[in-house]
C-alpha cells in the first residue's frame, strides 16, 4: 500500500514546483514603457504587454493613449529625444 499524502504535502509540493520550475511565468521581469499626460505633466509607467494590446485598434501612424490616473487626462507614450 501506498501512503497517500495530507493536503498541506500536497500544497507544499505544489509550491515547491513553482519555484523551481516557474511556468507561469510568475518570477519574470515585467518591461514597462512610459507614458506622459498631455494635461498635468506627470508621467506613469504602464506594462509594455498592456500597450501591445491598444495597437490592435489603431490606424496607421496613431499613437496608443491612456487614461492618467493622476487627472483622468490623456497620456501618451514619453519619448526622450536627446538634445543635439
Excluded: W
Amino acid at each position: 500500500m501506498t501512503k497517500k499524502k495530507k493536503p498541506d504535502e500536497l500544497s507544499k509540493a505544489f509550491l515547491e514546483s513553482l519555484d523551481k520550475d516557474d511556468p507561469f511565468g510568475l518570477n519574470e521581469e515585467i518591461e514597462t514603457l512610459t507614458f506622459k499626460c498631455l494635461d498635468c505633466g506627470k508621467e506613469d509607467e504602464v506594462p509594455e504587454y498592456i500597450v501591445g494590446e491598444f495597437h490592435y485598434d489603431l490606424e496607421e501612424n496613431e499613437e496608443v493613449e491612456v487614461v492618467c490616473p493622476f487627472c483622468d487626462g490623456t497620456m501618451r507614450q514619453a519619448r526622450n529625444i536627446p538634445s543635439e
